[in-house]
Nanobody
């Protein structure tokens, strides 16, 4: 079955960095786009970044452009989110996401807290 397992979250001070990882299994990872979403307390879940199957094309929401970088390793079946210059408003649970045909799959989420 499809599994997405995130790791790398934690508590970081403003201006700091974190690298999230999402290990995928149960499907042909290299054939599908992958995304990172986040959900802050009291807010709707939003897409943060997306990377195409080959890794040659990426997209970001405006608030993270220039600070976050999504990447993937199709040999390790893993997608990453490098987060630099973190701000308090980046605090959220971050989720890995993939859509396979009409089915959607989410990881369990990893908490990122940006606070001094």
């Amino acid at each position: 079955q499809v599994q997405l397992v995130e790791s790398g979250g934690g508590l970081v001070q403003p201006g700091g960095s974190l690298r999230l990882s999402c290990a995928a299994s149960g499907f042909s990872f290299s054939e599908y786009a992958m995304s990172w979403y986040r959900q802050a307390p009291g807010k709707e879940r939003e897409v943060v970044a997306t990377i195409r199957s080959s890794g040659t094309s990426t997209g970001y929401i405006d608030s993270v452009k220039g600070r976050f970088t999504i990447s993937r390793d199709n040999y390790k079946n893993t997608v990453y989110l490098q987060m630099n210059y973190l701000r308090p408003d980046d605090t959220a649970v971050y989720y890995c996401y993939v859509q396979l045909w009409s089915a959607e799959y989410w990881g369990q989420g990893t908490q990122v807290t940006v606070s001094s």
